[in-house]
C-alpha cells in the first residue's frame, strides 16, 4: 500500500468533525465554510504545454493579500478576483496537472470558472492522472503527497499521524488552492483520508462530491495471505536500511530477499533522491515514524458512519481489487451492499466495483480496467 511514497497554516480553518443526519440531509448551500484573509500559493503556469505541471512544497513566503473573503464548499466557491497573489504557508507537496483546454489558475486569475478538478492521494497515481487529463481535456488533477511521505516529508507536521489528521492536511491545501473538487480519489491508505475528508467537511456542501476509495474497506484493515506484501513488515524492514544508499538497485534486490515483491519494490525506491554528495548516492523522501504511525491508525481507525448514512450530495464508490492483498471479508460486502440500497432511498449515493485480474496496486496490475472504471466520473459534468 502507498504508505512508504504541525503547518502553520496562515489563516483559520474550522471544520466539522461530525455531523448529525439531518444535518447531512439538508441541500446544497453555496457558503458553507466562510474565511478571511487566505494566503494561497502562486501557480505560474504556460498557455501553450499541453499539460501544465507545478510541484509546489508551499514552503515560500511573500507578502500578504488584504481583506478577501472566501466561500467554502469542499473546499470552495469560485470567485471571480483578481489582484496581487502571494503565498505564505506550509502545508502539503503535490503536482498539479492539467488537460490541454484548461485555462485558468486559481491565483493568476479569477476572471474565468474554475476548471473541474479531481484531487488523487497519492501521486503513484500521476502517470494515471496524466492519462485522464488526454481524454478529458476540460480537468485538471492535482495529485498530493500526504503528510510524512514524498515532498511533503520535508515540511514538519505536529502529531499525531493519523488518518484524519492527513485528512485535513488535503482539506488545507485545497482551500490555500481555492478549488472546490468534484472527485476524490485515494487508494488504500489514501481511500481512508478520502473518507474521512468527506467526514471533516463542512455540511451542507456546495457542489455533489464522487469520492473514490480504491481498494480499502472503511473498518477494519485484513493483511493478505502468506507471500503477500505486508505494510506493517515493509515499514519495519525499511527501518532497517540506511538513510542514504549507493544503488536503487540493491534496494530493490534486498526487499526481493526479503520476500517482497517486485512490484512494491520498485515503487519503494521512487522514495529515494539524488543527494548532493560525491558518489551519486540517494536518501530517503520519507518519515518512517510517522508513516508507521499512520499506518496504525489506518489499521484502527473506523469509517462506516460514513458509508453507512452518506451526506447528501456525495457518491462513494468502492473498487476491490479481484487479487486483492487487504482482503474483504463477506461482512465488508454485505455492509456496503446494503448502504447502497439505503443511500438510494436517502439521496445519496454508495456503489461497488470489482477490478478484475488486479491485486492491490491496481493502477499498474490493470490500468485500461481502471481507467474505463474511474471514466464516469469525468464524463458529462458541465464546466
Not at 501553450?48 to 507578502?63: G, T
Not at 483546454?101 to 503513484?124: E, K, Y
Request: overall charge positive; glycine content about 6%; some cysteine.
Amino acid at each position: 500500500m502507498p504508505l512508504v511514497s504541525n503547518s502553520s497554516p496562515c489563516c483559520t480553518f474550522t471544520a466539522t468533525a461530525a455531523v448529525n443526519s439531518s444535518e447531512r440531509k439538508t441541500r446544497f448551500a453555496s457558503n458553507s465554510w466562510r474565511n478571511s484573509k487566505p494566503t494561497y500559493p502562486i501557480l505560474r503556469l504556460s498557455e501553450n504545454d499541453k499539460f501544465n505541471v507545478s510541484r509546489l512544497a508551499l514552503s515560500h513566503s511573500c507578502r500578504a493579500v488584504k481583506h478577501r473573503t472566501i466561500s467554502m464548499a469542499l473546499v470552495g466557491d469560485a470567485i471571480g478576483q483578481k489582484g496581487d497573489v502571494v503565498t505564505s504557508s506550509n502545508i502539503l507537496g503535490y503536482d498539479l496537472i492539467q488537460g490541454a483546454l484548461v485555462r485558468w489558475s486559481s491565483v493568476m486569475d479569477r476572471s474565468l470558472p474554475d476548471p473541474p478538478t479531481a484531487v488523487f492521494l497519492h501521486g503513484i497515481l500521476g502517470t494515471f492522472a496524466k492519462r485522464l487529463a488526454q481524454v478529458f481535456p476540460m480537468w485538471q488533477f492535482l495529485l498530493v503527497d500526504l503528510r510524512c511521505h514524498g515532498d511533503s516529508a520535508s515540511i514538519r507536521k505536529r502529531g499525531p499521524h493519523t488518518v484524519a489528521s492527513a485528512a485535513l492536511d488535503v482539506l488545507k491545501l485545497v482551500r490555500e488552492l481555492r478549488m472546490t473538487p468534484r472527485v476524490l480519489v485515494g487508494h488504500s491508505f489514501g481511500g481512508k483520508v478520502v473518507l474521512s475528508m468527506v467526514d471533516q467537511a463542512a455540511k451542507p456542501l456546495a457542489r455533489p462530491v464522487r469520492a473514490w476509495v480504491l481498494d480499502a474497506t472503511p473498518g477494519k484493515v485484513r493483511a493478505g495471505g502468506d507471500g503477500e506484501d505486508h505494510p506493517a513488515e515493509l515499514i519495519s524492514f525499511l527501518s532497517t536500511l540506511p538513510k542514504e544508499v549507493s544503488s536503487k538497485r540493491d534496494v530493490v534486490k534486498a526487499l526481493i530477499q526479503q520476500g517482497f515483491s517486485n512490484d512494491v519494490a520498485q515503487w519503494v525506491v521512487t522514495n529515494l533522491r539524488p543527494t548532493s554528495s560525491p558518489g551519486s548516492r540517494f536518501s530517503w523522501v520519507f518519515d518512517l515514524r510517522g508513516i508507521a504511525e499512520m499506518y496504525q491508525s489506518y489499521e484502527e481507525t473506523n469509517l462506516w458512519k460514513i458509508v453507512e448514512d452518506v451526506p447528501r450530495g456525495v457518491h462513494v464508490n468502492f473498487l476491490k481489487a479481484e487479487r486483492s492483498l487487504h482482503r474483504w471479508a463477506l461482512e465488508d460486502l454485505q455492509r456496503i451492499h446494503a448502504a447502497e440500497e439505503i443511500a438510494a432511498e436517502e439521496g445519496g449515493g454508495v456503489e461497488m466495483h470489482v477490478l478484475e485480474d488486479a491485486g492491490h496496486w491496481v493502477h499498474a496490475d490493470n490500468p485500461d480496467g481502471l481507467f474505463r472504471i474511474l471514466s464516469s466520473s469525468f464524463q458529462g459534468i458541465k464546466t
